[in-house]
């Protein structure tokens, strides 16, 4: 039993993981931010976009 607990102690095999899942998030929301940010102005410049290509 204490060579089990030992092992569950040591091992850093989900750590991985989870700063993979926190760089993820932090992405995600700094992603947001910016959409949130430059909304208005990327739509601007799509829309410019599209109808450039469209003519």
């Known amino acids: 039993m204490m060579n089990a ?3 569950f102690v ?11 899942g926190l760089i ?4 995600a929301v700094g992603a947001i931010a910016a959409f949130v940010a430059f909304g208005d102005a990327l739509k601007t410049k ?4 599209k ?5």
């Not at 040591?10 to 993979?20: A, D, F, L």
């Not at 799509?46 to 976009?49: D, K, N, P, R």
């Not at 109808?51 to 003519?55: A, E, K």
């Open 46 to 49: 799509v829309e410019a976009l």
């Open 10 to 20: 040591k091992e850093e095999e989900g750590q991985g993981m989870t700063e993979y």
């Open 5 to 7: 607990v030992k092992r």
């Open 51 to 55: 109808d450039s290509i469209l003519n």
């Open 24 to 27: 993820l998030g932090v992405i």
